[in-house]
């Protein structure tokens, strides 16, 4: 069964470092989406991404996050300057084309701001 | 009020009894509803869709009223297997991807 990839599993960084968290999307999925969870609380959406360009992002997407599709498989989350309260995990998902809106979850990276 | 508000439990049920969840939503423009379980540490899974005209997976119901706008859940025989936190998701609007999760109810299926 076709599946979201994530990496790392676990990426700890120091506060003010810039992270990459890596995605790879269902193959014939055309929607790609960035949520987070914060230990203990809801997932929360941020962004989402569709033809190149982003649908819709959340208030929580500020300017230090960005997300890119670099080639036709990987789709990534950047976080310039990370802070403490960045610290969660982070989910990609995907969903096919306009007529199908379940997502698939990615197994998610565990992100620890020190 | 909060977007999409569920009841956060736990639920905690013998085996084999039926229980149900529900879910309120605040914005009546919402499209598309889930179900998703959620195992601790792990990433949200695909329960189902939840249809205007209701529908069922095996021991899984879920219903629509749109009237009320609440979504519910009904897992009928419970396994333990089923224990997992439930959450609810709505899509905001036509023409939006923006997917709202509820906080989840959790449910603990005893021996």
């Known amino acids: 069964e076709p599946e979201v990839t994530q990496t790392p599993s676990h990426q700890v960084t120091q506060m003010g470092q810039e992270v990459i968290l890596r995605c790879v999307p269902i193959?014939?999925?055309?929607?790609f989406y960035w949520y987070r969870q914060i230990l203990g609380q809801k997932v929360e959406f941020l962004v989402s991404?569709?033809?190149?360009?982003?649908?819709?992002k959340s208030e929580i997407f500020d300017d230090q996050f960005s997300v890119e599709r670099p080639d036709g498989s990987n789709f990534t989350l950047k976080i310039r300057s990370t802070k403490l309260e960045d610290s969660a995990m982070y989910f990609c998902?995907?969903?096919?084309?306009?007529?199908?809106?379940?997502?698939?979850f990615g197994p998610g990276t565990r992100l620890t701001v020190t | 009020r909060k977007e999409v508000e569920q009841d956060p439990g736990p639920f905690n049920v013998p085996e084999g009894a039926t229980v149900a969840f529900n879910c309120t939503y605040s914005?009546?423009?919402?499209?598309?509803f889930f179900w998703y379980r959620q195992d601790c540490r792990k990433e949200p899974k695909l329960l189902m869709s939840?249809?205007?005209s209701g529908n069922e997976d095996g021991r899984f119901t879920a219903q629509l009223n749109r009237a009320s706008q609440y979504i519910s859940l009904l897992i009928r025989d419970s396994k333990l297997s089923d224990s997992a936190t439930y959450l609810c998701?709505?899509?905001?609007?036509?023409?939006?991807?923006?997917?709202?999760f509820g906080t989840g109810t959790r449910l603990k299926v005893l021996a």
């Open positions: 998701v709505v899509r905001e609007g036509s023409g939006t991807y923006k997917y709202i």
């Open positions: 991404f569709y033809n190149n360009e982003i649908s819709e």
């Open positions: 914005n009546s423009a919402s499209q598309s």
């Open positions: 193959s014939n999925h055309l929607y």
């Open positions: 939840v249809y205007s």
């Open positions: 998902a995907s969903s096919e084309a306009l007529a199908v809106y379940e997502q698939y």
